[in-house]
């Protein structure tokens, strides 16, 4: 009899866990490079092939479920994702499509990254024009945050796209480039996957070339003039890459700026072709840790990097070597912590004021915990619709340790919400692929032309399909 | 409770408990992932289990082996429908210091029960084949959990797991074998 009883009750205990696990339990978490919005999301989808992701968005017709397209998930406000929509996972659809080496141009799948780009294209003799520092990132994500890299001669990734696919939220697929379809051209590159799935792109690619790699030593008030006279006036220059210090005995003071110089003997191009991979990263990695823990440890991987970088001017790169840099060392791993980016574009003339109005709110700031700077540029470029170079500018990209509580993250937004105006104060703007601590007021004024943008996505895509943290958070 | 129904019923026991001891980890990790709270897991699991010993060994005399050992597994299969729910580390705990109590009533009844159930003579070879059969089942099951978690989700180890507990009561509770 109480055999009967255990039985029952155990029934209905292993129904009712079962139950409420396939509710509520079951779906997949998410969750992006900055780690502060963990979300629930309905389900992972792998991109497997074109039929697949075509049969995704015509199934959502009949389910009303929303989608979200993610790469490699370095965007930092849930781009990706959004709780409760289907995440399709792009990675896996990652083939090149055709390589015309005579005509330089390459097409991919856009869950292809940048690394197999390179991989491919290397032994021809060829190299992409704009990406990001690192190579990791996948081609499709890259669109959508229309980034920018070391590269000083092309503008940002938008001025070497030749056209793409788009599939969008009613299934059909289109060709978009700037003479077909060309009105969707500027919103779909960075668009932040608002507009459809990016299926394949072509890209115009450049030579790869041998750089001497030159670095000095300046202090902030020359470097716009340094800039301007010595690296934009001088054609031999290719990339460009500077830091500046946040080390307490010289905060944003002390800088070190690299000159990718197209090498006089290209012949010895073939000495350095074959792509690195990643060095062993322990060093890097423990002075950076040191970095994160005190002001002591933030001169001393000043002190170290700066040394190390001096001692490297003059060492030859190939181009397609400048744009694989190690990001190993930056893995960050912590249960209470995370490392987010913020990165502020500002007009090469205003630098020097503008570096000095940051000092000013920063050093009012004694735990906000900055831990590196660096200064790249970026060529006017205004033909993606949400473009960030409204003229010549200097990006400025801060990693910045904090932790992920409510608290915490309430705590830095104060912080980065006073950088931003001050940001804007000197006619810059700032990024879009981050977290959402930035205001409504704040995006208006970087992007005067964001309700323009929320319009067109609303009248291409009614039902709003295609969804995400950064939609939801500012439409 | 005769040696035989010790023997099937504790080995079927082994089975669970290896099955989800390996994969248990990940649900701590996908909870919480400092090294802290790992510490603190299995170290309330360990606490708990200390405390509980005496009371237990006083009630394993009291109300017998097999009764006790009967509760584990019931215990056992009951609370494994937790696991797949746990969203947060105070639950963890929560659950670990149960497994600590209820670890230690198998453990000390377990040892009673087979000390009872053998003669002092063959105490030995009984002891050794009792360990050979029970480890045998939890290797066994260590190695074929390895790949159904390929195929299953770490949540139908913890409900295999518990249907196992469920089947090890059963046996304890059927009175001869």
């Known amino acids: 009899m109480r055999a009967i009883l255990f039985v029952l009750c155990y029934s209905t205990l292993f129904a009712a866990s079962l139950y409420v696990y396939t509710q509520f339990y079951s779906r997949p978490a998410a969750e992006d490079a900055g780690r502060l919005l963990p979300a629930r999301v309905k389900e992972i989808k792998q991109a497997d092939g074109e039929e697949t992701l075509k049969e995704i968005v015509s199934e959502t017709g009949r389910t009303g479920s929303r989608l979200t397209i993610a790469g490699m998930q370095h965007s930092q406000g849930g781009q990706t994702y959004y709780p409760g929509a289907v995440m399709i996972d792009m990675k896996p659809f990652n083939k090149v499509l055709d390589f015309q080496p005579e005509k330089k141009l390459i097409t991919v799948q856009a869950g292809a990254t940048w690394d197999d780009i390179q991989q491919y294209i290397n032994p021809a003799g060829l190299a992409v024009k704009v990406m990001q520092s690192q190579n990791i990132f996948t081609i499709g994500g890259s669109l959508s945050v229309n980034v920018h890299g070391r590269d000083i001669r092309h503008e940002s990734l938008i001025d070497t796209v030749q056209s793409f696919r788009l599939l969008k939220p009613d299934g059909t697929i289109i060709q978009v480039s700037r003479t077909e379809n060309a009105d969707l051209f500027p919103?779909?590159?960075?668009?932040?996957?608002?507009?459809?799935?990016?299926?394949d792109v072509t890209l115009s690619l450049t030579e790869d070339e041998l750089y001497e790699k030159e670095t000095r030593e300046l202090d902030y008030g020359e470097y716009s003039r340094y800039f301007q006279e010595e690296v934009k006036e001088n054609p031999a220059v290719k990339m460009h890459l500077a830091r500046i210090s946040v080390a307490p005995s010289s905060f944003l003071r002390e800088m070190y700026a690299t000159d990718y110089v197209k090498a006089g003997d290209q012949r010895l191009l073939e000495d350095y072709q074959a792509l690195k991979t990643e060095r062993i990263v322990a060093l890097p990695k423990f002075f950076l840790g040191l970095s994160?823990?005190?002001g002591r440890?933030?001169?001393?991987?000043?002190?170290?990097?700066?040394?190390?970088?001096?001692?490297?001017?003059?060492?030859?790169?190939?181009?397609n070597n400048a744009m694989r840099s190690e990001t190993d060392f930056m893995t960050y791993e912590s249960s209470t912590k995370t490392e987010v980016l913020q990165e502020y574009f500002v007009p090469v003339d205003e630098f020097a004021s503008y570096i000095d109005d940051l000092r000013f709110v920063l050093q009012q700031e004694k735990e906000f915990n900055l831990l590196n700077i660096t200064v790249r540029y970026v060529e006017k470029s205004d033909e993606a619709f949400l473009s960030y170079a409204k003229e010549d500018m200097f990006a400025l990209v801060l990693l910045i340790n904090q932790g992920k509580s409510e608290k915490e993250v309430e705590k830095a937004g104060l912080v980065i919400r006073k950088m931003i105006d001050v940001t804007l104060n000197h006619r810059g703007s700032?990024?879009?692929?981050?977290?959402?601590?930035?205001?409504?007021?704040?995006?208006?004024?970087?992007?005067?032309?964001?309700?323009?943008?929320?319009?067109?996505?609303?009248?291409?895509?009614?039902?709003?399909?295609?969804?995400?943290?950064?939609?939801?958070?500012?439409? | 409770m005769g040696y035989r129904q010790l023997v099937l019923s504790q080995s079927i026991v082994f089975m669970a408990g290896s099955m989800i001891f390996p994969f248990y980890v990940l649900l701590l990790r996908n909870v919480g992932d400092s090294y802290s709270q790992f510490g603190w897991a299995y170290g309330?699991?360990?606490?708990?289990?200390?405390?509980?010993?005496?009371?237990?060994?006083?009630?394993?005399?009291?109300?017998?082996?097999?009764?006790?050992?009967?509760?584990?597994?019931?215990?056992?299969?009951?609370?494994?429908l937790f696991f797949p729910l746990v969203t947060a580390v105070w639950q963890v705990y929560v659950l670990q210091i149960m497994m600590g109590i209820l670890g230690a009533v198998q453990k000390n009844t377990e040892k009673a029960a087979l000390a009872r159930s053998t003669d002092k003579k063959h105490a030995g070879s009984d002891m050794g084949r009792y360990h050979f059969w029970t480890s045998v089942a939890a290797a066994a099951s260590i190695i074929i959990t390895g790949y159904l978690v390929d195929f299953l989700t770490i949540a139908a180890i913890f409900y295999i797991a518990s249907l196992l507990y469920a089947a090890s009561g059963i046996i304890i509770w059927r009175k001869h074998l």
């Open chain 1, 297 to 319: 440890g933030k001169d001393a991987f000043w002190n170290i990097q700066k040394k190390y970088m001096l001692e490297g001017s003059g060492s030859y790169e190939s181009r």
């Open chain 1, 430 to 475: 700032y990024y879009l692929p981050y977290y959402s601590f930035p205001s409504k007021k704040q995006l208006e004024t970087a992007y005067p032309r964001i309700d323009e943008f929320f319009r067109k996505k609303k009248q291409f895509d009614p039902n709003e399909r295609f969804t995400n943290y950064f939609y939801e958070e500012y439409k």
């Open chain 1, 187 to 199: 919103y779909v590159i960075g668009g932040y996957g608002l507009f459809g799935i990016i299926l």
């Open chain 1, 292 to 294: 994160r823990h005190s």
């Open chain 2, 44 to 80: 309330l699991f360990a606490l708990a289990s200390a405390v509980s010993y005496p009371l237990i060994g006083k009630w394993a005399d009291r109300f017998g082996d097999k009764k006790l050992l009967l509760f584990y597994s019931l215990a056992m299969a009951a609370l494994l």
